[in-house]
């Protein structure tokens, strides 16, 4: 078994037969740290909008296995690509109801309903009517689910219908609407680990975006249109717009995001994930 520990500023990778100690002695330093540990982990299942351009499937995000930011068709079989844990999801938001953003999870109770064990309850949060309907499409997809997930899994849902600071099942989060062309959409600003996360759905650039960022450590926000000015959504410059008006502490992560002309100049601060991609922090 190998050992890594940090000496000054590098990552030394000690083999099985180095004493530590003799490296820490050479080095002329006196100890050795152990490699700082990362609260947050955020895995893109899917990075794209709508039509799934660019080699991009639609969004769908994941934190630290226990939150997933709206469930795409692509939540069921990307989780299995990257031998994700179902059994440690326990809340999902949902941003608004158009297709991309919540018709996987029909998916998800099929596998929840066959397949997967969950020991706690699953906690879905989401706009106006959200049970109703969730269990509509479900049961439209796979008849019959709905029932036989009572024995398995039990479900609470959370109707989010104004701006406020709630507490599900021991979370607690803040929501505020935001602007999707008149279509009923929140943004949630989440604490996990020792971070705050802001997700946008999908929304133009307007003051609930604002409102969501001012307190976040990462807004995580969409790029549906690079290029064009689309009521309802985001284009870079709306996000350069954006960017000017933050503190530059305020990571921003794009996500949902259409088809780009050229290369986006990326930054500690400006990052733009692909498929599958996973950051930690």
């Known amino acids: 078994m190998n050992v890594f520990a940090y000496i000054g500023e590098y990552l030394i990778n000690i083999p099985e037969h180095q004493n530590s100690e003799d490296l820490t002695e050479r080095s002329g330093y006196t100890e050795i740290t152990e490699i700082p540990k990362h609260t947050l982990e955020i895995v893109f299942l899917g990075t794209g909008n709508a039509f799934s351009m660019a080699n991009r499937y639609w ?13 795409s068709p692509i939540v069921v079989p990307h989780m299995k690509h990257l031998n994700r844990d179902f059994s440690k999801l326990e809340y999902i938001f949902l941003t608004h109801f158009h297709a991309d953003h919540f018709f996987g999870l029909p998916f998800l109770f099929l596998d929840f309903a066959y397949l997967q064990t969950l020991g706690h309850p699953l906690n879905i949060i989401g706009p ?14 796979f008849s019959g689910v709905i029932e036989k997930l009572k024995n398995r899994l039990k479900i609470n849902y959370f109707e989010v219908t104004q701006a406020g600071t709630y507490n599900v099942s021991g979370l607690k989060f803040t929501a505020i609407p935001m602007d999707h062309a008149g279509t009923e959409a929140y943004g949630y600003r989440i604490p996990v680990g020792d971070k705050t996360v802001a997700y946008t759905g999908d929304t133009d650039l307007c003051a609930g975006v604002f409102e969501l960022a ?3 450590d990462i807004l995580i926000i ?20 954006l ?30 994930p692909k498929d599958l991609d996973v950051l930690e922090f």
């Open 59 to 71: 969004g769908s995000i994941l934190l630290n296995e226990r939150i997933l930011l709206d469930a």
């Open 128 to 141: 106006t009517k959200v049970e109703e309907k969730i269990t509509h499409v479900t049961n439209l997809g």
């Open 214 to 216: 001012a307190k976040t």
């Open 222 to 241: 969409e790029l549906s249109n690079p290029h064009d000015d689309v009521p309802g959504h985001m284009s870079l410059q709306k996000i350069q717009k």
């Open 243 to 272: 960017r000017e008006r933050l503190s530059p502490d305020v990571q921003i992560i794009l996500n949902h995001v259409g088809l780009i002309s050229g290369e986006i100049t990326q930054d500690k601060n400006l990052i733009l």
